[in-house]
């Protein structure tokens, strides 16, 4: 029989209606709630060990994968800092049981990744992409630090003076590659005048939602010189990138965005570039100081001054931090929450059945759309009927 | 280690050299294998568009320090764990900033008899070490169905393992508060 508090124990996302039960059973019995807090302050504990003994989790990957036997997938630094890190991994393995299954679990994760490579990729010779030691063969857990990756210093040091060469050379061949096909290429320039609204759709797919007094810049693609996804933006845009191979990049007077595919608002002017990202990741940097980069995570936003750091980014909600597109932006949103926003914007009841209420939705739509229109796609999306209407508000439940 | 016909040694150098379209089919050809390779380890969910799109990223941003070409792989392998591994470390602590305020409700915070006599060492101390197990791998990231794959039993097995400890915790506390209540009646 299901308890109140197993919404507290086992959900992920309590639902209004657990969050009820559970509070009202707090409420009527103290010593619930004396072990529920109890029971917080072990988890929190927990939590606290393991951040305090495995302040870097990507160093469990590191060390799973040396484990492995693919050490080539480490860096010589990467080598170096696992080497650093060896006793205090050891003494974090010792003392939370856990990690062990979490290294395990990498080392399985690793045999998945072998058996998707070689379906997808078959070697030309049976004994190719073979770790040097295979899963399960446990080898000692950390070898020496003298034992491992004993290159001479004078290797890193030629190959950073290779990599600085290369890097010179291959800058300044792309520097004259743009300044010549700035020079063949004719530019598109699109102003948007005050109170409109403009939707460009590049060649490559990707849209572009441009806001009034915004001007957007790029290199008219044709037959020979297809488009190189690098566009100019001085004013306020979100984007809706396609994936591609080649990064899709965004340069504004103050920084630089670069992106594969995902979807986000900039707003810039020449002193700074607020950049919100609703999905995928964006690296953001200052247009002068390209190493200064920052990787924004989904709902996130950083600002970028000209010539300094960009700040760190922080969480937002993605609907007001882009109210300013005059979109709803909807990534992986429970519909409850999706349902709130609508019904604040609308002024229009909008109530969901609980057994949707924790669904997820993902969408982009105009804040000018009838009510109707946005609740119409949302419920196709979680299989719902859309009853009543306008003047008496509206229910998602699941379809009949 | 060799590397597959897909992903030669030439392809890769070509791409670290500058070439867009060298580049542009190395990550096209990585695009369906990673997925695939996400979608085994969590299943067919929404963050899989993410995984993928984010170790592309990291792989077209990484690809000048891969030392040599035929070892594509275990870089895109490390890639991958690394943003799978960032997944599991960030699923419940941003929805513990989502839903403190709310949830779990202000009992938590209120001190009682039984609570300030007990910290979190003791706390830690009821739980037994399978159940510590458990939740360490919890505050991990993972859920509990993962969590169930990886000790090689049931998702039920697991959450009655952590309800038994949930409840062995309340027990203690009503015989500390029972304890207490007598201690005070005596005095």
């Known amino acids: 029989m299901q308890h109140p508090f197993d919404a507290l124990l086992f959900s992920e996302d309590p639902s209004p209606e657990q969050r009820a039960a559970l509070r009202e059973a707090l409420d009527n019995d103290s010593d619930l709630a004396a072990a529920f807090a109890r029971w917080q302050q072990a988890r929190a504990a927990v939590r606290e060990r393991l951040a305090a003994d495995l302040p870097d989790h990507h160093l469990l990957v590191l060390y799973a994968l040396d484990r492995s036997g693919y050490q080539e997938a480490l860096t010589d630094d990467e080598a170096q800092r696992l080497d650093a890190a060896a006793a205090d991994l050891e003494d974090a393995l010792r003392a939370h049981p856990g990690l062990a299954d979490v290294v395990d679990d990498i080392e399985d994760a690793c045999a998945d990744f072998d058996a998707v490579w070689a379906a997808h990729a078959p070697s030309s010779s049976a004994a190719e992409d073979r770790p040097a030691r295979r899963r399960g063969q446990r080898m000692e857990r950390m070898r020496p630090s003298t034992d491992r990756r004993a290159a001479p210093p004078s290797r890193s040091v030629s190959r950073w003076a290779w990599r600085i060469g290369t890097a010179v050379a291959v800058v300044l061949f792309v520097a004259v590659a743009v300044l010549l096909l700035q020079r063949d290429r004719s530019l598109v320039t699109l102003d948007v005048a005050e109170g409109e609204t403009q939707v460009v759709t590049l060649a490559d797919g990707s849209t572009v939602r441009l806001l009034e007094t915004s001007r957007l810049t790029y290199a008219d693609p044709d ?16 984007f809706e990138v396609v994936p591609g191979q080649q990064g899709f990049t965004v340069e504004t007077p103050s920084g630089v965005t670069t992106v594969l595919g995902t979807s986000f608002g900039i707003q810039a002017d020449a002193a700074a570039m607020d950049v919100v990202l609703a999905s995928g990741r964006v690296a953001v940097a200052p247009k002068n100081a390209p190493d200064q980069t920052v990787v924004l995570e989904p709902g996130q936003r950083s600002r970028v001054a000209a010539n300094a750091r960009p700040t760190t980014p922080e969480a937002v909600e993605l609907t007001e931090a882009l109210a300013w597109t005059g979109l709803f932006v909807f990534r992986a949103t429970p519909l409850h929450e999706a349902a709130t926003q609508l019904q604040a914007h609308y002024g229009v009841p909008v109530q969901v059945d609980a057994a949707l209420a924790d669904e997820r ?40 | 280690m060799a590397a597959s016909r897909e992903f030669d040694a030439g392809l890769v150098e070509r791409a670290q050299a500058g070439d867009e379209q060298a580049r542009e089919i190395l990550l096209t050809r990585l695009q369906p294998l990673l997925r695939a390779f996400f979608i085994k380890r969590i299943g067919r969910k929404t963050e899989v568009d993410d995984l993928v799109q984010n170790t592309l990223l990291r792989v077209h941003g990484g690809l000048e320090d891969l030392n040599h070409a035929d070892r594509l792989k275990a870089f895109a392998m490390k890639a991958a764990l690394f943003e799978l591994h960032d997944l599991y470390r960030g699923r419940y602590g941003t929805k513990e900033r989502l839903y403190d305020p709310e949830f779990p409700p202000n009992h938590s915070e209120r001190p009682t008899a039984a609570g300030s006599s007990i910290d979190a060492e003791r706390a830690l101390a009821m739980l037994t070490p399978k159940a510590r197990r458990i939740l360490e791998l919890r505050e991990y990231g993972y859920r509990y169905q993962e969590i169930a794959e990886m000790i090689g039993t049931t998702e039920a097995a697991i959450k009655m393992q952590v309800k038994r400890a949930f409840d062995k915790m309340r027990d203690a506390l009503a015989t500390v508060i029972v304890g207490l209540t007598l201690l005070l009646g005596s005095l």
Do not use: C, H, I, K
């Open chain 1, 361 to 400: 939705v993902t969408g982009t739509f105009e804040q000018e759309q009838p009510l109707a229109q946005v609740l119409s796609v949302l419920a196709t999306t979680v299989e719902a009927d859309v009853r009543g209407d306008t003047a008496s508000g509206y229910v998602l439940a699941p379809a009949s």
């Open chain 1, 223 to 238: 037959e020979a010189t297809p488009f190189n996804r690098r566009v100019q933006l001085d004013g306020r845009a979100f």
